[in-house]
Each structure stands twice: as C-alpha cells, then as structure tokens.
C-alpha cells in the first residue's frame, strides 16, 4: 500500500490540487468518469475508469495509453467494487462503490477526524458551482447569476413562438375551427384544411432554412425546417389541439401564454368592429365624404373590406372611397341637401395570407 504523496523527478508532477488525477503504473493519469459492463468501452481515453462485471468480483480498469498503443490496467491488483444504489453498510477505508443511479464511482476516504464516501472522478468546478436536486440545476451560492447566449439556439425569452394565437383563445369571428368550411378561417390565424387545421406564416418572421421544433396539446411533437423564402404553412394539425408553439431550435420548452398581444399581433390580419356610426351636414353637391376613421394596429396589407349598413337618413347610398392598411374613408351620396347620417352594424377587415 501506497501512503503519503507520491512525488515525480520530473515536470509532468501534476498541481497538488488535481483530485482527478491518479497514479498508475508510476505515472499520473487523469481519471475520467467510470464505465461499466463486461466489455471495455471502445475509443478510451486516458485515464478512464472500467468496472469489467464479468469478474466477480468485479475489477476496476484504467486506462493506460503510455507506451502506445495502450491498454486497461487493473488497479489494486483487483480491487472490489460494490455496485448498486444504495453505499455499502460496513465500508473500510479504501473500499470503492459505484452509484448505479449516477453512474459515478466512490471511493470510502478515512481522513484525521471523519469518513465519508467521496468521488472518485470529481466534475471540479462544475460540481463547485452548481448543485442538482432531481431536475432542478441550481447555483451552489444564493444569488449568483446565470449568463446565457441563448437558448434552444434561439432567444432566451420572450417571443419564442412564432404562431399567433396558440391557444386558439382568440376569435373575433365566431366560428370554431370545427366548424368552419374547408379553405376559410375560424379563430384567428387558423385556418380550416382537409386534414384540420393550418397556419400560415409571414415572410419575414421566420429564420429560412433553420429547425423548429413544432409542439402543444394534441400534437406530435416534431421538427421542421423552414423555407429559404415565401410563405411558411405549417403541417395539418388536429382541430382539437390548443397551446400550440412552433420555436428555433430542436426542443420543446413550455408554452409561451400572450394572449393580450396576440389580440393585437391577430389584429395585423384581421379586424372587425361590430358598429360604427357616421354623421354629417350635407350641402351642395353629393357624394360627400360621410367618414373617415383610423384603426389599430397598422394591419400588415391593404385588406379587403365587407361593411353591412343598417340604417340612416338622407341616404341614398354608400361606398368605400379610399383605403389604406391603418384608414378607411366612405361617401354616401344624400337622397337631397340637409343631414346626414347611417350606422354600420359590422365593418371586416381582412388581409390574412
């Protein structure tokens, strides 16, 4: 048995504080998170540790690779290794366990005043500064902070799904998607195809050519590359799905909830006041301007308009003069000079893909 530090005649002494260093073989070794099974791991690198289960009991393996072309060296002449979930009851000083949970290796370590089992191939400064409970990862010291480049590949919060309308919590229609007819819209954004249901995408709020990962209740979670260019429809999906997300990046994270927004961002590509009313004094010649009106948010194109009237005075009829994506302006031709007014009982804008 070896005690005290072992000391080298030459520069390639490893720093006293490299606990995941070993000497095998009168020569250090970095030792490397353990394997096991009853065939040595293929492709090793130096220092890595194989627990051979074919023997019994099981013998521990470094591997070597100084002289070329190297090869497994059992250390302590054959030193047992317990293997299960759970330490030993009865360790010894020396006594080695490898954690069948997480697949790490322990070594029993009796110092001046205590024992405890202690790793044998240490993660250093990542165990250092972060510590694991289940799934939760978790800076070892409160209020560090966590700096990020990105995530998934994409942004790291904030607009990470490109659908509007995910929940399908939005419908300024009326018409459930269950419901609509084959190549028109139901809630907003979806849109009703021979296999469910659709959305389109605008050129522009896509990155062509990258994966996304398309997810939600209902769906089969999968991956699927934009286009290089032109609008994007995304695959049928069943009218029952809700929480819908398609984001950069090949995993699901959790459903991005913005509703409030996506009243706004549904807005661009379809809007409908349930009534407006228009008034004015005419005098001269018709038609004259009866109304004019400015609507939010700026829609993403000229849409078409469909405006149902239900009554007025002095009308004799009405027309859509002039239009843009944030304004509308309509004349009505008087029946004679005098006042004017009529109400519209629904105004639709429409400029979806």
């Known amino acids: 048995m070896l005690q005290g530090t072992p000391t080298l005649a030459t520069a390639a002494e490893p720093a006293a504080a490299d606990s995941s260093l070993r000497l095998v073989n009168t ?22 540790i194989w627990i051979d289960t074919s023997q019994d009991p099981p013998v521990m393996n470094v591997w070597d690779d100084t002289p070329p072309p190297g ?17 030993p009851a009865t360790p010894t000083a020396g006594d080695m366990w490898w954690n069948s949970d ?4 322990y070594i029993y370590y009796t110092d001046a005043d205590s024992s405890q089992w202690v790793d044998a191939s240490p993660d250093s400064v990542i165990e250092e500064l972060w510590s694991r409970t289940g799934t939760t990862l978790s800076p070892k010291t409160a209020g560090d902070d966590v700096q990020l480049n990105s995530l998934n590949g994409g942004q790291l919060a904030g607009f990470r799904n490109i659908l509007i309308n995910g929940t399908l919590g ?48 209902g769906v089969t979670t999968q991956q699927i ?27 699901a994270t959790p459903f991005e909830y913005r509703n409030s927004v996506d009243i706004l961002l549904a807005q661009q590509y379809y809007m409908k006041d349930p009534s407006w009313t ?7 010649s018709p038609p004259n ?65």
């Open 27 to 48: 020569r250090w070794v970095k030792q490397n998170a353990a394997s096991t099974g009853t065939t040595a791991p293929t492709s090793p690198v130096r220092g890595q």
């Open 71 to 87: 090869a497994w060296v059992p250390t302590g002449g054959g030193a047992s290794v317990e293997i299960g979930s759970t330490p």
């Open 102 to 105: 997480d697949g790490r290796l």
């Open 170 to 217: 939005i419908n300024q229609r009326g018409v459930d998607i269950s419901a609509a007819p084959v190549g028109t819209y139901g809630q907003d954004r979806w849109k009703r195809t021979a296999g469910g249901m659709t959305q389109i995408i605008q050129e522009g709020l896509y990155q062509p050519g990258e994966t996304y990962t398309l997810s939600g209740n």
């Open 225 to 251: 590359v934009a286009p290089a260019s032109g609008t994007w429809q995304i695959p049928d999906l069943p009218v029952t799905a809700r929480n819908i997300q398609l984001e950069i990046g090949t995993v």
């Open 278 to 284: 228009f008034g004015y004094s005419s005098y001269g």
């Open 289 to 353: 301007p009866a109304g004019y009106a400015l609507y939010y948010p700026r829609m993403r194109a000229i849409p078409s308009v469909n405006i149902t009237f239900s009554g007025g005075v002095n009308v004799a009829s009405v027309t859509v003069s002039s239009i843009g994506n944030q304004y509308i302006s309509i004349q009505a031709t008087p029946s004679a000079a005098g006042f004017v007014y009529f109400v519209s009982s629904g105004i639709e804008l429409d400029a979806e893909l």
